[in-house]
Structure formats: structure tokens, C-alpha cells
């Protein structure tokens, strides 16, 4: 379990079939062989864990072909694309963001980038079929593993307001129109918009 706080902006590189290589600044000396660690919202195995005489980390994932199919990992991995890191929760631990399982639901699209005074509007495609009725305002969401709130929400499109500390320590930074991003919704909201039923 994780709480979308994002902990470092690490790289992902394509090894094989299926086996990747994420680098990382962030310290994983704690991590152990087969600990989760969040990778733009999905919660992967990480093996072969390694620190570089530079200080930094890498280990290896295996991507399964769900995955592949559910999320943005898949793409452009040949050009090192930057990824949110985030290890998993241990007990007290602070929870400043919201639960976040690491389960992506849906990918995708960001419409537009809006630089505002003081802060960032993203605008994303809504098309999600059923699971849309998680798109409320001041609903919780995970975008790349990093827990958002939803401002506002029109017919096809919905919009988060990301400050500055976020955009300057996420992947936000780096994303551009019609690039594809993870979704999670809040896993809270699963359960009692199903015990309302």
C-alpha cells in the first residue's frame, strides 16, 4: 500500500522480454528482495536490488503482460522515460496523500496544460464507461501513483489543479498533450458507492 506521495523521479529502461531496469535516487537500502515499490502507480516487485558507488539504486521489475496492457509502462521504454517512485507504506508512517494500492484501473489522455498564475491546470479525457461516477469534484485520484484531487468535472473532460512542490517532484514536469497517463480511482469510494447499492 502506498499513499501517492511521490519520494523520487526515477528512469525506466527496457532490459527484455518482460524484465525492466528502474534507476533511483531514492534510498532502498531498507527494501529487501520482493518488496513493493510504486512505479507510475503500479505497485512492482522489485529484485535484484543494487546501490551504485554514486549513491544510487537499481533493481529490476517483471512486467507481466496485464500490466503492459492497463498502464503506460509499456511505452517509449527505450527512451528512459521518467517514472514516479514511491516505496510502500511501513507501520507509522505518515499518510499524507490517500490510500493507493498500486492497481491501475484505466489509462488515459491529457488534453490540455494550462500554466496558471500559481499553480497548473492538467485537463484529462473522461472515458472511463461505468467507473466515470469516481470523477466527482474534490474526489481523490492517483494520476502516475500521485494522489491528486479532482477540481473540476465537464461532459468529457476533468481537471486537477497541481501546485508547485508537486510539478517540480513528479513526472507532471516532463508530460506534454496527448501523452497517456496511469489512473487509479480511490479504493475507499469502490466500497460505498457499493454498499449504497
Not at 546501490?51 to 500490466?67: P, R, S
Not at 514536469?173 to 458507492?193: G, K, W
Request: proline residues 1%; glycine residues 6%.
Amino acid at each position: 500500500m502506498f499513499t501517492g506521495i511521490i519520494q523520487d523521479i526515477g528512469e525506466i529502461h527496457y532490459l527484455k522480454e518482460g524484465l525492466y531496469e528502474i534507476h533511483t535516487k531514492l534510498d532502498l537500502v531498507q527494501c529487501k528482495e520482493g518488496s513493493s515499490i510504486c512505479c507510475n502507480g503500479v505497485c512492482l516487485t522489485a529484485k535484484n536490488i543494487k546501490k551504485n558507488l554514486d549513491g544510487t539504486f537499481v533493481f529490476n521489475v517483471n512486467i507481466g503482460e496485464e500490466t503492459i496492457l492497463r498502464s503506460n509502462l509499456g511505452q517509449n521504454i527505450s527512451n528512459k522515460k521518467k517514472i514516479n517512485i514511491e516505496k510502500s507504506l511501513s507501520i507509522g508512517d505518515e499518510i499524507g496523500g490517500h490510500f493507493v494500492y498500486g492497481h491501475v484501473d484505466n489509462t488515459t489522455l491529457i488534453k490540455e496544460i494550462k500554466i496558471l498564475k500559481n499553480s497548473w491546470q492538467f485537463d484529462f479525457e473522461k472515458n472511463f464507461d461505468n467507473n466515470n461516477k469516481f470523477i466527482v469534484e474534490k474526489a481523490s485520484i492517483s494520476i502516475n501513483g500521485i494522489s491528486l484531487t479532482i477540481s473540476n468535472v465537464k461532459d468529457k473532460i476533468f481537471s486537477i489543479s497541481v501546485i508547485d512542490h508537486t510539478y517540480k517532484n513528479t513526472n507532471l514536469q516532463f508530460l506534454n498533450p496527448d501523452d497517456l497517463v496511469n489512473i487509479e480511482f480511490d479504493y475507499l469510494a469502490r466500497f460505498v458507492i457499493k454498499n449504497e447499492k
